[in-house]
């Protein structure tokens, strides 16, 4: 069997627990691709806002919305380096860096729900919980 979300002793997720955790998740970089990254934080957040009851989706889709906050943010200082001429040089590799990560912590993310496991994001700015 596999391993259940922390703090949770009762039975594992349901298949719509499981589902919106997944949905949270993945969400994130599909609205980012779509949106050139303006919209990345919006799946997240309704997921979260839908789910509030469901402590495995919400868990999801809070750290989803926590660390697609943190990139976005950093996505915006790359933005503003890329405006000065030697802020090039940083904000090109650190953007293909910044999309790489994400995509593998948002895959690993929707893996380990699958999974009816809990994903810890590496880099978070914690405003939802």
């Not at 790359?78 to 650190?94: D, E, K, N, R, Y």
Request: charged residues 10%; positive net charge.
């Amino acid at each position: 069997m596999s391993q259940q979300y922390p703090g949770h002793s009762g039975p594992p997720p349901s298949d719509s627990s499981r589902i919106a955790a997944i949905l949270a998740h993945l969400s994130a970089p599909i609205a980012a691709v779509l949106s050139a990254g303006l919209l990345s934080l919006l799946g997240p957040l309704l997921v979260w806002l839908v789910k509030k009851d469901d402590p495995f989706a919400r868990r999801a889709a809070a750290g989803a919305f926590n660390f697609n906050l943190m990139f976005w943010v950093l996505f915006i200082v790359s933005w503003l380096l890329i405006l000065t001429v030697i802020g090039v040089l940083v904000a090109v590799p650190l953007m293909i860096v910044l999309f790489v990560v994400s995509a593998w912590c948002h895959i690993k993310g929707a893996i380990k729900a699958s999974n009816n496991q809990s994903y810890d994001y590496p880099f978070q700015l914690r405003m939802l919980s």
